[in-house]
């Protein structure tokens, strides 16, 4: 097949997504497909990765490594002249062209659906969630509305724009600040009193207007992956210093997973009834990643729902496949062709 990955754009998450798609490129080639990795924004005019297919014949392949820290975005987009404001030049053609695009993207218009919509009005081929499904989890005020709504046990919150006048009076601590619509825990503060609320805020409102506040559940963090309508085994997060960050998800060493998580039969199972439960709720696609909390009484906290999870073979959903006796070509091929049968 002729596959385009998609990848990069102007989302926060930027060098997250260029790290997966380059590694989901690299797994396309070697099982015999025709791969492009294509740069969302960049298109046609990406100097460092070509727009070009490549196969098993081909020399080249890709690798990325994500800074410590996110990408400057006000500097890439002043770099190429650009007809709009998040898709390149040549990106639709070249989509059209292809057989199905992998979705390689992490936030922004990438993962909130709307790219997903510019696809179906062409009738282009993609991976993972449609676009209703993709908004839905996207907004975490909206999905915990819904999972509070289909009794999804998920942590108080209070929905904030940051446009408005608000009265912080009422908030407990500790609590999570968080923009409203990013993932990857970009823009993420942990307050432990109200001296720290406005600094939190102030960092989270660099990326996004709306925010939420969320009550902070203390306890172990887990995470399901769902494929194909099964969920697969469960993992743990364990970081070594803080909490799940973005330096801490994607620095090599910080974090430690466990998988399958060192856990009863009972809670592995109450976990991943609990993730299809909101896979389905939000109406999520051929696979998602479904994350909580599980605090001293065994309750089990929704955290949010992951429609295009990361894809590099450490991260969380590619592990449990693993466990599940899935390997990572393996995992990448399932989900082109599951999408493809659609």
Known sequence: MRIIVLAGGLSPERDVSLASGSLIANALIENGHDVMLLDLFLGKDNKEILPIYRNKNSKDRFHYIVPEREPDLAAIQSSVISDSDFIGNGVIDLCKDADIVFMGLHGSVGENGQLQAIFDLYGIKYTGTKYIGSLLAMDKDISKKLMRENGILTADWRYINLNDHND????????????????????????????????????????????????????????VGILNGKALPVIEIKPLCGFYDYKNKYQKGLTEEICPADISDEMSQLLQKNALAVHNTLRLGFYSRIDF??????????????????????????????????????????????????
């Open 293 to 342: 909390i599980l605090d001293d009484n065994n309750d089990a906290y929704c955290l949010e729902a992951n429609t295009l999870p990361g894809m590099i073979p450490t991260s969380l959903l590619p592990q449990e496949a693993l466990a599940a006796g899935i390997s990572y070509n393996e995992l990448c091929d399932i989900i082109v062709r599951g999408n493809i049968a659609e």
């Open 168 to 223: 912080f009076s009422t908030i407990k601590y500790p609590c999570v600040v968080k923009p409203c619509s990013c993932g990857s825990s970009v823009g993420v503060t942990i307050v432990e009193n109200r001296e720290q609320l406005h600094t939190a805020i102030d960092y989270a409102k660099q990326y996004e207007e709306a925010v939420i506040i969320e009550n902070k559940i203390e306890g172990r963090e887990f995470s």
